[in-house]
């Protein structure tokens, strides 16, 4: 599908690598009296969206978290109030993006042993690769980029800078594997790079041309891009 085998790979973190603790999120919310249903389920089209409604050119990213968790507390049947609470105590201590996604480590393993440098470049709030850590991840990334950390965010493609030097890779032998066509697909192809889709749970509506629905396919697509 790519025209050109990579020379690294950088991925995006929140719903690409992984996603939020949903159990501990609930348990936050029980707390308060809430019973949240399909939490798993309201997360990923609340993902979604995040492409349909809150992109770049809709509102600046600061605009989009209260929108994000007013759009999750509405999906999972709780009041916006009492998810916001929940989710600033569920996340103070420990940053709430810490659940790996299904085939996330086999990915991260199977293309460092085909000598591929891989990295993160993440919009968060300073703390995802502690997060990273604890799902495991942080370990096999050669670089972690964390937006509030280079005072860099997506869509604004000089983050990637960040990620490219310190590997020594060029924009056009890097590919870039993100969840949303709006901040991670435009950033990546406004640097220069390859840009991926990830659709964890086929429910995007934005059209692109290299989309693919699970880690282990991405994986598999690098693999084959080697013995071509
Ligand atoms: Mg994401």
Not at 16 to 45: C, E
Not at 88 to 100: F, I, K, M, T, V
Not at 133 to 156: F, H, M, N, Q
Request: aromatic letters at 8%; a negative charge; one cysteine or more.
């Amino acid at each position: 599908m790519a025209a050109t085998r990579p020379g690294g790979i950088l991925f995006d973190a929140g719903g690409t690598l992984v996603r939020i603790h949903a159990d501990r999120l609930a348990v936050a919310l029980r707390a308060r009296g809430a019973d949240p249903r399909d939490l798993g389920d309201a997360f990923w089209r609340t993902l979604v969206r995040l492409e349909d409604e809150f992109s770049p050119s809709v509102g600046a990213f600061a605009d989009w978290w209260p929108r994000w968790l007013a759009t999750l507390a509405s999906g999972c049947g709780v009041p916006t109030q009492v998810l916001v609470e929940a989710y600033q105590e569920a996340d103070q201590d420990l940053h709430l993006w810490d659940d790996p996604l299904p085939g996330a480590t086999e990915c991260l393993v199977q293309l460092r042993e085909a000598g591929i440098r891989v990295g993160v470049v993440s919009n968060a709030d300073g703390r995802i690769a502690q997060a990273l850590r604890r799902a495991g991840l942080a370990e096999l990334l050669d670089v972690i980029v964390d937006s509030t950390v280079v005072g860099v965010y997506k869509p604004d493609p000089a983050i990637f800078n960040y990620a490219l030097e310190p590997l020594g890779l060029a924009p056009a032998e890097t590919w870039y594997l993100g969840d949303t066509v709006a901040y991670d697909a435009a950033a990546a192809d406004a640097a220069g790079l390859v840009s991926w889709i990830i659709d964890h749970a086929g429910l995007h509506t934005v059209d692109h041309p290299r989309r693919i629905r699970s880690l282990v396919e991405f994986a598999n697509i690098v693999l084959d891009s080697l013995s071509e």
